[in-house]
């Protein structure tokens, strides 16, 4: 699948790369997120948090990235033109949200639709919830199917396994360690639920796992580490 970058302070690094480099050798960058809180609410369990983002730094990221002239493509057009089907504007990017936290509607949602921006969010099934939560900045809170239907103007949504994003005693994602009977039950039971997706993005970004494993996720047309 090329390359892709993970981390979201990528384009705030020296950046020597030219886009015309990246086009020619199909690489795309990809900036992940998860979890949004306003900067007066860093605090406890989200004090130096590596997957958190203030809310007031991903705004100023995106609006960056706007005025940068950067612009965010779907994972079907990352996907056609990783086969060599479609060409890419010059500065093209890919917004990725992973697990389906609710300050994604909250924040992230209205920042994007603002700025005519697209976004991918990868949710865990199992913890969507049936009905919409009350939002607190105190702790995480999940989507609801009915946020998930609303947000469609802005985000696709992939798959982030029903209940396999878990840590083995040793340390491991549970993904290496569960039978392809397993693995298979969850993706199935992530597909009742979301309806037919197209998309996966492995836990804890593991790809090595067995043979029969991977032809099991490869139903779907593209894997996404991350």
Not at 98 to 125: C, R
Not at 126 to 132: H, M
Not at 191 to 216: A, D, N, T
């Amino acid at each position: 699948l090329g390359w892709f970058t993970l981390y979201s302070s990528y384009l705030w690094q020296d950046y020597t790369v030219s886009q015309n480099i990246l086009l020619e050798k199909k690489q795309v960058p990809v900036l992940m997120y998860h979890h949004l809180v306003p900067q007066a609410e860093v605090y406890g369990i989200f004090a130096d948090n590596n997957i958190v983002i203030t809310v007031e730094k991903f705004r100023e990221q995106m609006t960056c990235l706007k005025e940068q002239g950067y612009q965010t493509i779907s994972l079907a057009q990352l996907q056609r033109f990783l086969a060599g089907e479609e060409e890419l504007p010059q500065k093209s990017i890919v917004l990725t949200f992973d697990d389906g936290y609710l300050s994604n509607y909250k924040y992230a949602y209205p920042i994007l639709q603002e700025l005519g921006y697209h976004g991918v969010i990868f949710l865990l099934t199992s913890v969507v919830e049936e009905q919409p939560q009350q939002y607190t900045a105190r702790g995480v809170q999940y989507l609801s199917w009915q946020e998930i239907a609303q947000m469609g103007d802005v985000f696709e949504f992939g798959c982030h396994t029903d209940h396999l994003h878990k840590l083995t005693l040793s340390g491991k994602g549970i993904l290496t360690a569960a039978s392809p009977t397993e693995v298979a039950a969850d993706l199935e039971l992530a597909r009742q639920k979301m309806g037919e997706v197209s998309y996966y993005c492995y836990p804890y970004g593991i790809l090595l796992i067995c043979q029969q494993k991977f032809h099991i996720l490869h139903n779907f047309p593209v894997l996404l580490p991350q």
